[in-house]
C-alpha cells in the first residue's frame, strides 16, 4: 500500500509539473490560456449537421455537429463491420472451396492495404461512378442516390409524438421481459413459445397503433429537385457513404478473422452431438456453435470497435466534417487555441473509447461461462 501510495504521488506531482510548466509558458507568450473562446462565432459552414447549424452559431456548436458526425460513423460503422465480418467469417470455414477462396481473397486483400486508401479509394469510386443529380438513382421518388450524396425524407414531429416514443419505449421492454419470461419456461417445461414472432408484433404494433390513435403527429419532408440539386430531406454526403464503407469493410476483414477464430475454438464434438440429435446445420451453427464462440470472440471484436471509432479521425482526408477536422482543424486554426481544442479533441475521443469498451466488457460479462 505504500508502495501504492508513493506511486500516485509521484504521478500526480509530474503531471502537476507538466501542466503548470506549459501554462507559464503560454502565458509568457502572451496566451491565455481558456475555453470562452467556444461561446464566438464559428464563421464557417458545415456540409453534413444533423442538428441545427449556421456560420453563426459557436464553436461549441461546430464541436457538437462534429461529435454527433463522428458517433454517427461509429454507430454505422460498428453495425455494417459486424455484419461483413461475421458473415466472411462463417464463409471462411465453407466447405465450398469457391466460397472459401472467395472470402479468403477478401480478408487478406482488404486488411493488409492501408485503411487511409481506402478511404479515398471509395470516395473516388462513388463520385466517379454515380450520376449527377439531374439522372439520380430513385426509388419510387422518396430516395435519390446521386455523386452529391443520398437523399431520404425527413420527418417533421409533431409535439404528441413523445407519446409514440414512449410506446416504443414500452413496447421494448416488454419484449425484454417477455423473453426472459420465454427462456424460463423453456428451461422449467421444454414449451418454446413464439419469441420472435411476439416481440416483433409487440415493437411494431404498439407503437403504430399509438401513432394512429394520436392523429399521426408526424410528416415527411420529401427531397424535391431543384435547379442544380435536391432541396429538403435529409442528407447523407459521399464522404460520409465513403468514410462509413471504407472503415466498415477494412474492420471487417478483422472482424472476420477473429470469428473464424471463435468457431474453431468450439470442439467439433459439439457440431457431431447436435447432428446427431438431428438438429440441422444451420441451427447447429446458430443455437450451438457461435454462442460459445462468443466468448472467445467478443474480447478482441472490443478492440476492433475502438479502431473503427478512431480510424474515424481520418475523415478529413475526404473532407467529412467530424470532430478533429471542426474543433481540431477549422476553429483551432481560426483561434490559435492549440491547446484548448486538443484538449477537447483528445477527451471526446477517450470517452467514446471508454463507453464502448464499458457497454461490450458489461455484454461479454453476461455471456461469459459462470462457474458453479
Not at 16 to 29: K, S
Not at 124 to 145: C, E, K, M, N
Request: hydrophobic share 55%.
Amino acid at each position: 500500500m505504500i508502495i501504492q501510495i508513493i506511486v500516485v504521488i509521484i504521478v500526480l506531482s509530474l503531471l502537476g509539473f507538466f501542466i503548470r510548466n506549459t501554462v507559464n509558458n503560454l502565458e509568457a507568450l502572451g496566451a491565455e490560456v481558456g475555453y470562452g473562446f467556444l461561446f464566438n462565432p464559428s464563421n464557417y459552414d458545415i456540409n453534413q449537421h444533423l442538428i441545427e447549424y449556421s456560420s453563426r452559431s459557436t464553436h461549441l456548436r461546430a464541436t457538437m455537429v462534429g461529435l454527433i458526425n463522428t458517433g454517427l460513423v461509429a454507430v454505422v460503422g460498428i453495425v455494417l463491420a459486424t455484419l461483413i465480418g461475421f458473415v466472411a467469417g462463417v464463409l471462411r470455414l465453407s466447405s465450398n472451396f469457391l466460397v472459401n477462396r472467395l472470402a479468403y481473397i477478401f480478408v487478406e486483400f482488404t486488411r493488409n492495404v492501408p485503411v487511409l486508401l481506402w478511404i479515398l479509394l471509395w470516395h473516388g469510386v462513388l463520385i466517379h461512378s454515380l450520376p449527377h443529380p439531374r439522372q439520380a438513382i430513385t426509388i419510387y421518388d422518396v430516395t435519390f442516390l446521386a455523386n452529391r450524396g443520398f437523399y431520404v425524407p425527413k420527418p417533421l414531429l409533431d409535439p404528441l409524438f413523445w407519446l409514440v416514443a414512449i410506446a416504443a419505449v414500452v413496447a421494448i421492454i416488454g419484449a425484454v421481459i417477455f423473453s426472459k419470461y420465454a427462456k424460463r419456461k423453456q428451461e422449467l417445461t421444454g414449451e418454446q413459445l413464439p419469441v420472435i414472432w411476439i416481440n416483433s408484433a409487440l415493437i411494431v404494433f404498439v407503437p403504430l397503433l399509438v401513432f394512429w390513435l394520436t392523429g399521426t403527429p408526424a410528416t415527411l419532408e420529401m427531397p424535391v429537385f431543384e435547379g442544380f440539386n435536391f432541396k429538403g430531406g435529409i442528407v447523407l454526403s459521399p464522404e460520409f457513404i465513403a468514410l462509413t464503407l471504407a472503415l466498415a469493410v477494412y474492420t471487417g476483414a478483422f472482424i472476420a478473422e477473429i470469428v473464424r477464430a471463435g468457431i474453431l475454438s468450439v470442439s467439433h464434438g459439439q457440431t457431431e452431438a447436435a447432428y446427431a440429435l438431428g438438429v440441422k446445420p444451420s441451427w447447429t451453427m446458430r443455437l450451438v456453435i457461435l454462442p460459445q464462440a462468443l466468448r472467445v470472440v467478443v474480447p478482441p471484436m472490443i478492440s476492433q470497435y475502438l479502431n473503427l471509432t478512431k480510424n474515424s479521425s481520418l475523415a478529413i482526408a475526404v473532407g467529412y466534417m467530424d470532430v478533429v477536422a471542426t474543433i481540431g482543424g477549422i476553429s483551432l486554426n481560426q483561434t490559435g487555441r492549440a491547446l484548448e481544442c486538443m484538449s477537447i479533441v483528445l477527451l471526446i475521443y477517450l470517452c467514446l473509447s471508454l463507453s464502448i469498451s464499458a457497454f461490450m466488457n458489461f455484454y461479454n460479462k453476461r455471456i461469459s461461462l459462470v462457474e458453479r
